[in-house]
C-alpha cells in the first residue's frame, strides 16, 4: 500500500517531528569531548530537514543512538549531533535533554516557525525498544506530523519509529525513505536483466532469506565473505579452519540445490593459520588445507565475478568478501568494489547496503560511482526479502 509523503501535506506552522537515524559513530574531540565520527547518517537527512524549514514548519528531530539499555548514558548523548548539524545547517540547532513529558511539550509549543531542535536519545527510555503505548504517546503529543526518515530503523517495531504513527493524524515518509525504496523496490520488483546479486559478510544465518529471495530474482548470485565456507563445507569441500555454522549445512545445502545453478561460490581463496595482519597469507584452490582458514576469495574467483558483474544491468550488493579490515584480505572486497563501479558506469543500476559493506566501499574509493548507496543494512536485507517494514507499514496510506 502506498503511503503519504511530505508532499502530501502542509507544514506550514506544524509541529513536525521527524525521526532520522542518527546513529553515527563518535569518538572524542581534542578537548576531550563526545564528537561525530562520520556523519554520512546526518547528511542524508538534510533533504527533509531542509524540506521543512522551506515549508516553515516547526523541525522536532528524534533517532536513537547506540545501545544504552533503556536508561541514560552521557557516553551515548546526542548532544554533540546537534552541534554538528547546527554547522552542516548553518543554523542554530538547539538539543532538548528530555525526549518526552511537560519541559520538552512547552519548549516545542514556544518554537518558532522554520527552527530545529533535536530531542536526546530515544533509547534513553525503555519504552522505545518496548514499542510502549505511553512512550509513544509521548512523542505523539510533540507533533502535528509525523515524517519517518530512518529507512535504517524501519525494520524496528519501536515506539519512535512504528508506535508512535498510531497517535498522530498524520504519518509520511520522509525525501530518504522515499529514495530509499524507490532504490530497492526497482531492485527487487522490476530489475533489468541480468541482474547480478552479490551476498558476503559474517552468517548465513543473518541473510537465509535474502539468499533466498535473490537467488529467485537475480540470473547469478554471488557468494563470498564467511558465508560461502557453509555453502561449500555442505557440498562436500574441504573448508580446513574457516568460520562454519553447523547447524546451517542443512539449509545452505537445500538452497543451493533450489536455485539450479544461480548460486555461485567462491573456486579459490586467500587462507592463513590465523585471523591476523601478521599471519602468512596464499592463495589455494578449491579445497582448504585442514590447519588454514579461508579469509577472502581468490583471484580466479574475482576474475569470475568481474565477469559476471561486467554483463549486469541490474546489480545489489551487501556483505564482504573477506575480512577487508585488514589489508591483506582485503583485496577480494577491493576488486568487487571497482567491478560493481565499472558496470555502473557502463550503465548497470546498482545498489550496496550494509555497515560493513559500505565502509568497504568508502575505503576503495568508488562510493561516487554507486547508483544508490543504502543507509540500511537489516532494513535493506528484510526489505529485499519481501517482508513488511513496520516502521513504513505504520504511516498513514496515500
Ligand atoms: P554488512 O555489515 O555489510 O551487512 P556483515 O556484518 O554481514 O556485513 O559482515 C561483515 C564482516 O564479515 C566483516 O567484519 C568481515 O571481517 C567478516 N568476514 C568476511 N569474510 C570473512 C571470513 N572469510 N572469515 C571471517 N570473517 C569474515
Ligand atoms: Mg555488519
Same mark, same amino acid.
Given at each position: 500500500?502506498?503511503?503519504?509523503?511530505?508532499?502530501?501535506?502542509?507544514?506550514?506552522?506544524?509541529? #513536525?517531528?521527524?525521526? *532520522? =537515524?542518527?546513529? $553515527?559513530?563518535?569518538?572524542?574531540? &581534542?578537548?576531550?569531548?563526545? +564528537?561525530?565520527?562520520?556523519?554520512?547518517?546526518?547528511?542524508?537527512?538534510?533533504?527533509?530537514?531542509?524540506?521543512?524549514?522551506?515549508?516553515?514548519?516547526?523541525?522536532?528531530?528524534?533517532?536513537?543512538?547506540?545501545?544504552?539499555?533503556?536508561?541514560?548514558?552521557?557516553?551515548?548523548?546526542?548532544?554533540?549531533?546537534?552541534?554538528?548539524?547546527?554547522?552542516?545547517?548553518?543554523?542554530?540547532?538547539?538539543?532538548?535533554?528530555?525526549?518526552?513529558?511537560?519541559?520538552?511539550?512547552?519548549?516545542?509549543?514556544?518554537?518558532?516557525?522554520?527552527?530545529?531542535?533535536?530531542?536526546?536519545?530515544?533509547?534513553?527510555?525503555?519504552?522505545?525498544?518496548?514499542?510502549?503505548?505511553?512512550?509513544?504517546?509521548?512523542?505523539?503529543?510533540?507533533?502535528?506530523?509525523?515524517?519517518?526518515?530512518?529507512?535504517?530503523?524501519?525494520?524496528?517495531?519501536?515506539?519512535?519509529?512504528?508506535? #508512535?504513527?498510531?497517535? *498522530? =493524524?498524520?504519518? $509520511?515518509?520522509?525525501?530518504?525513505? &522515499?529514495?530509499?525504496?524507490? +532504490?530497492l523496490?526497482?531492485v527487487r520488483d522490476?530489475?533489468?536483466?541480468?541482474m547480478?546479486a552479490?551476498l558476503?559478510?559474517?552468517?548465513?544465518?543473518?541473510k537465509l532469506g535474502t539468499i533466498r529471495a535473490l537467488s529467485d530474482s537475480a540470473?547469478?548470485l554471488?557468494?563470498?565473505?564467511?558465508?560461502?565456507?557453509?555453502?561449500?563445507?555442505?557440498?562436500?569441500?574441504?573448508?580446513?579452519?574457516?568460520?562454519?555454522?553447523?547447524?546451517?549445512?542443512?539449509?545452505?545445502?537445500?538452497l543451493?540445490?533450489d536455485a539450479?545453478?544461480?548460486?555461485?561460490?567462491?573456486?579459490?581463496?586467500?587462507?592463513?593459520?590465523?585471523?591476523?595482519?601478521?599471519?602468512?597469507?596464499?592463495?589455494?584452490?578449491?579445497?582448504?588445507?585442514?590447519?588454514?582458514?579461508?579469509?577472502?576469495?581468490?583471484?580466479?574467483?574475482?576474475?569470475?565475478?568481474?565477469?559476471?558483474?561486467?554483463?549486469?544491468?541490474?546489480?545489489v550488493?551487501n556483505?564482504?568478501?573477506?575480512?577487508?579490515?585488514?589489508?591483506?584480505?582485503?583485496?577480494?572486497?577491493?576488486?568487487?568494489?571497482?567491478?560493481?563501479?565499472?558496470?555502473?558506469?557502463?550503465?548497470?543500476?546498482?545498489?550496496?547496503?550494509?555497515?560493513?559493506?559500505?565502509?568497504?566501499?568508502?575505503?576503495?574509493?568508488?562510493?561516487?560511482?554507486?547508483?544508490?548507496?543504502?543507509?540500511?543494512?537489516?532494513?535493506m536485507l528484510t526489505f529485499l526479502e519481501g517482508a513488511?517494514?513496520?516502521?513504513?507499514?505504520?504511516?498513514?496510506?496515500?
Amino acid at each position: 500500500m502506498p503511503k503519504l509523503t511530505l508532499d502530501d501535506v502542509n507544514l506550514r506552522g506544524k509541529r #513536525v517531528l521527524i525521526r *532520522v =537515524d542518527f546513529n $553515527v559513530p563518535l569518538d572524542t574531540a &581534542e578537548d576531550g569531548s563526545p +564528537a561525530v565520527a562520520d556523519d554520512t547518517r546526518i547528511r542524508a537527512a538534510l533533504p527533509t530537514i531542509r524540506h521543512v524549514l522551506d515549508q516553515q514548519g516547526k523541525v522536532i528531530l528524534i533517532s536513537h543512538l547506540g545501545r544504552p539499555g533503556g536508561q541514560p548514558n552521557p557516553d551515548l548523548s546526542l548532544a554533540c549531533v546537534a552541534e554538528h548539524l547546527g554547522s552542516l545547517l548553518d543554523e542554530r540547532v538547539r538539543f532538548s535533554s528530555n525526549t518526552v513529558g511537560d519541559t520538552v511539550e512547552e519548549v516545542v509549543d514556544g518554537m518558532n516557525e522554520g527552527s530545529v531542535i533535536l530531542l536526546e536519545n530515544t533509547r534513553f527510555d525503555s519504552g522505545e525498544k518496548g514499542n510502549d503505548e505511553s512512550f509513544a504517546r509521548g512523542l505523539a503529543a510533540l507533533a502535528d506530523v509525523y515524517v519517518n526518515d530512518a529507512f535504517g530503523a524501519a525494520h524496528r517495531a519501536h515506539a519512535s519509529t512504528a508506535g #508512535v504513527a498510531q497517535f *498522530v =493524524d498524520m504519518a $509520511v515518509m520522509g525525501r530518504l525513505m &522515499e529514495s530509499e525504496i524507490d +532504490a530497492l523496490t526497482r531492485v527487487r520488483d522490476n530489475p533489468d536483466h541480468p541482474m547480478v546479486a552479490i551476498l558476503g559478510g559474517a552468517k548465513v544465518s543473518d541473510k537465509l532469506g535474502t539468499i533466498r529471495a535473490l537467488s529467485d530474482s537475480a540470473d547469478h548470485l554471488l557468494i563470498g565473505g564467511a558465508m560461502s565456507y557453509t555453502f561449500l563445507k555442505a557440498l562436500g569441500r574441504d573448508v580446513g579452519t574457516s568460520r562454519v555454522e553447523e547447524d546451517r549445512l542443512d539449509t545452505a545445502e537445500s538452497l543451493y540445490e533450489d536455485a539450479e545453478g544461480r548460486i555461485v561460490l567462491p573456486s579459490d581463496h586467500v587462507v592463513a593459520d590465523a585471523l591476523d595482519e601478521d599471519a602468512d597469507a596464499s592463495v589455494v584452490g578449491a579445497d582448504i588445507p585442514d590447519d588454514l582458514m579461508g579469509l577472502d576469495i581468490g583471484p580466479e574467483t574475482v576474475e569470475t565475478y568481474r565477469e559476471a558483474l561486467s554483463e549486469a544491468e541490474t546489480i545489489v550488493w551487501n556483505g564482504p568478501m573477506g575480512v577487508f579490515e585488514i589489508e591483506q584480505f582485503a583485496k577480494g572486497t577491493m576488486a568487487v568494489a571497482e567491478a560493481v563501479a565499472d558496470a555502473t558506469d557502463d550503465g548497470a543500476f546498482s545498489v550496496v547496503g550494509g555497515g560493513d559493506s559500505v565502509s568497504a566501499l568508502s575505503r576503495s574509493g568508488f562510493t561516487e560511482r554507486i547508483s544508490h548507496v543504502s543507509t540500511g543494512g537489516g532494513a535493506m536485507l528484510t526489505f529485499l526479502e519481501g517482508a513488511p517494514l513496520p516502521g513504513i507499514e505504520a504511516l498513514s496510506d496515500a
